[in-house]
């Protein structure tokens, strides 16, 4: 069975900081998502990792699979408080082939002012 | 903005009866996921339909069942409800360039 996950469960920083989230899976896969959550809200796609060694940023996030390792990275950069949120990761276990995810736990960050 | 919507936005039920909850995908997005997120955990993926086909399942009772309509459209029914159905369901449509979209979910709530 498929594991996935994610450290830390809870994460509360201050702004300016930066910080990783970390993603653990224990099969073989080379197609990692990663989710943005916001309380009661639906999950915002963030980024698709389709191959060892992608790597990809948007604004203050930036994601990258090692397949390798069975490892991706969330790194937050100057953290603000808009980015308070929980951030979950998942993997396709058929490594690309249908889409039916396995996901993290999630991690519930915090930014304060 | 997804494109992927469901109805209804929230629901009540008692133990015992059925509910069904619709989402509705983007055109050309074959494959729809349905998923359960209970309350501070991370979704768990119930099925797949590709093509108006069952296409896999996750660990869920056959009271869990589904729906694809030609239109786009799917449906989950979940017969015989526990309180333990309460959660949050969500859909998933994909799109040709490997990204799931989620739609904004059902709240059912058990009683």
């Known amino acids: 069975e498929l594991k996935v996950e994610q450290n830390p469960l809870f994460l509360s920083m201050q702004e300016g900081k930066n910080y990783t989230i970390y993603c653990n899976y224990s099969t073989t896969s080379d197609r990692l998502y990663w989710y943005r959550q916001d309380p009661g809200k639906s999950l915002e796609s963030l980024f698709v990792l389709l191959s060892n060694g992608a790597v990809k940023q948007e604004g203050r996030l930036m994601a990258s699979l090692d397949t390798k390792a069975r490892l991706s990275t969330l790194h937050i950069t100057a953290a603000v408080h808009d980015l308070s949120a929980t951030y979950f990761c998942a993997v396709d276990p058929s490594g690309g082939s249908n889409y039916k995810l396995t996901f993290g736990k999630g991690t519930l960050l915090t930014v304060n002012p | 903005e997804t494109g992927v919507t469901q109805s209804p936005t929230h629901l009540i039920k008692t133990r015992g009866q059925q509910v069904t909850l619709r989402c509705s995908s983007q055109?050309?997005?074959?494959?729809v996921s349905w998923y359960q997120q209970a309350l501070g955990q991370g979704p768990q993926f119930i099925f797949q339909y590709y093509r108006e086909e069952e296409n896999g399942r996750g660990n869920f009772p056959p009271r869990f069942s589904g729906l694809q309509f030609p239109n786009y459209s799917s449906e989950l029914n979940v017969n015989a409800l526990e309180l333990d159905d309460s959660a949050l369901y969500l859909c998933?449509?994909?799109?040709?360039?490997?990204?799931?979209?989620f739609g904004p979910g059902t709240r059912l709530t058990v009683l």
């Open positions: 055109s050309g997005h074959n494959t």
């Open positions: 998933a449509s994909t799109a040709r360039n490997n990204e799931q979209f």
